[in-house]
């Protein structure tokens, strides 16, 4: 009879530990937003991490290959952090099509926008039902912006850059 408590105890305790070792090997793996995202895509490095609503966005470059850029909104849940939302947008200067390249994710009310820009520019300006919202360009030509309303299709009208030199032109040249 002892025997008996001995193996069914023995087979909880090895139960047990298999599942605290998963556990733990998931917690790990999903520690850090940096660390979750290099679980899911091997090989990518972000470059910037931006807060955003309950989580943050990180930047990599190349997730698609060569030429495009990657934004990650990472959440974070019980055994860690994870991916939300991910998003990728091309770099393409000399495009007669566009100034630049953009995406969008929403989230509690809001919308994060990022993209590049093909030109050299200062910033990014979005004017929408009379308010203007703007982003300076960051690292490799990307940049990023919260607007504080749930927005999913854009007008191209809405869109314009600021050159070094301080003109304005359109994101999306008229044809």
Known sequence: MRR???????????????????WGDGI?????PEKALASAVPGVMPF??????DGVVLFTP??????????FYMEPGWFGWRIGVASEV??????????????SFRH?????????????????????DGRTYRAPIGTFSVWHMIV???????LHSEW????????????FPEK
């Open 108 to 128: 509690d009310g809001q919308t994060f926008i990022w993209g590049t820009a093909f030109v050299p520019a200062r910033e990014i300006v979005f004017q929408h």
């Open 62 to 71: 190349g997730p698609g290959g060569p030429g495009t850029f990657g934004g």
């Open 90 to 103: 091309a770099f393409a200067p000399g495009n007669p099509n566009a100034n630049g390249d953009l995406a």
């Open 48 to 53: 910037e991490k931006v807060s955003y609503s």
């Open 148 to 154: 504080p309303f749930e927005i999913s299709t854009f």
């Open 4 to 22: 008996r408590w001995t193996v069914v105890f023995a087979a909880m305790g090895g139960l047990l530990g298999m599942v605290a070792g998963w």
């Open 160 to 171: 314009s850059l600021v050159t070094p030199d301080g003109r304005t032109i359109p994101f």
């Open 28 to 32: 790990a793996r999903h520690w850090t």
